[in-house]
């Protein structure tokens, strides 16, 4: 049976495949913030946070693992 993988974790484990930079999704940084990712976004966009785009999706993006971090801490 087929384990059931979230669009964004697929993105994220093939944009770690193939970097060296470490990311979250944004449901993952709002979960280490306590925000929705309604509300992630709308923060990442506030306080000019690194997107990083995936192809082909305009809409959807990573965050760089060491930005959240240095919020986080």
Do not use: C
């Amino acid at each position: 049976m087929n384990k059931f993988t979230d669009w964004n974790q697929k993105a994220k484990e093939t944009f770690q495949a193939t970097s060296k930079e470490e990311v979250y999704t944004v449901m993952e940084a709002g979960q280490l913030l306590g925000l929705t990712k309604d509300q992630m976004k709308a923060y990442v966009d506030k306080h000019g946070l690194t997107k990083v785009p995936i192809m082909r999706s305009v809409h959807r993006y990573l965050l760089l693992k060491s930005e959240i971090e240095a919020i986080v801490g």
